[in-house]
């Protein structure tokens, strides 16, 4: 015959009695700290709210405004001329190359980005330019959130020159498509020729802005481009006022020059 022993003669009640009261006083603290976050209201975001779905959430804090009258948002310069066999249409996949090598996601070639556009696209080994919405999905999957491509209606955003003030003090770079030969040094160009450069800062009158169609960065890093040859170069593009900010919520904060 086996003697067990008496276990309940061991216990201590007061021991007990602490360790359930102080179980109970912790289901008590998250119970109330979950009703306090699920009184948090949801937000949509504010710029572009017809963007907005519930998988998208803006985050709680509010985006710093760059209040400088004059800055540029510190991107790398990146040529779409690098001997590729596509470099004559590589504008838009250079172009989200440089907005990638800003956020620090860098060694992602610029025929790598043409691929995974075109491959949404529907034209891998195609020698054709890239629309705006496939190199927006593109940044998407690299985790960097894009904003003021489609309007409320589900069409594309015609863009405001105070739309694209107001992405680029929160610090995004803008993408818009232009036409080419309206852009400063270009009077030459046929007219068909479209185009993507990125704008990466304000300037008096206005803007500055990346061109991947030059070489190198001494002559298309930070160019300057008026306002009003800005408004009309988009607004006579295949898809007039149309752009896409990269940046938001869950994106690092771009460093930012001033004069």
């Known amino acids: 015959m086996v003697n067990v022993p008496n276990r309940s003669a061991t216990l201590d009640p007061n021991t007990s ?23 948090l209201p949801a937000e949509a975001w504010e710029d572009w709210p017809g963007e907005w779905s519930p998988g998208r959430p803006v985050l709680a804090a509010a985006p710093t405004l760059i209040r400088a009258p004059v800055f540029a948002l510190e991107v790398p310069f990146r040529t779409q001329k690098d001997g590729s066999r596509w470099q004559g249409a590589n504008c838009g996949p250079a172009g989200l190359g440089m907005v990638l090598d800003a956020y620090g996601l860098v060694g992602q070639t610029t025929d790598d ?43 594309f955003n015609s863009w405001s020159m105070d739309d694209i003030r107001g992405q680029l003090r929160l610090g995004r770079p803008v ?37 991947p169609l030059q070489p190198d960065p001494t002559s298309g890093a930070s160019r300057y481009i008026s306002a009003e040859q800005l408004e009309r170069a988009m607004q006579n593009s295949l898809v007039p006022g149309q752009a896409v900010a990269f940046g938001g919520p869950g994106a690092p904060a771009l460093p930012v020059w001033t004069p």
């Open 113 to 155: 980005l043409r691929f995974r556009s075109h491959t949404y696209q529907g034209t891998v080994g195609m020698r054709t330019g890239t629309a705006l919405q496939h190199l927006a999905h593109v940044a998407e999957d690299y985790g960097i959130p894009t904003a003021g491509l489609y309007d409320a209606a589900g069409g």
């Open 175 to 211: 993408m818009p498509l232009v036409r080419l030969y309206l852009l400063p040094g270009y009077d030459g160009m046929a007219a068909r020729w479209g185009h993507y450069i990125l704008l990466i800062g304000i300037a008096e009158n206005g803007f500055f802005y990346h061109d």
């Open 17 to 39: 009695r602490d360790k359930t009261m102080r179980r109970g006083w912790a289901a008590i603290v998250a119970l109330l700290v979950g009703l306090q976050a699920a009184a």
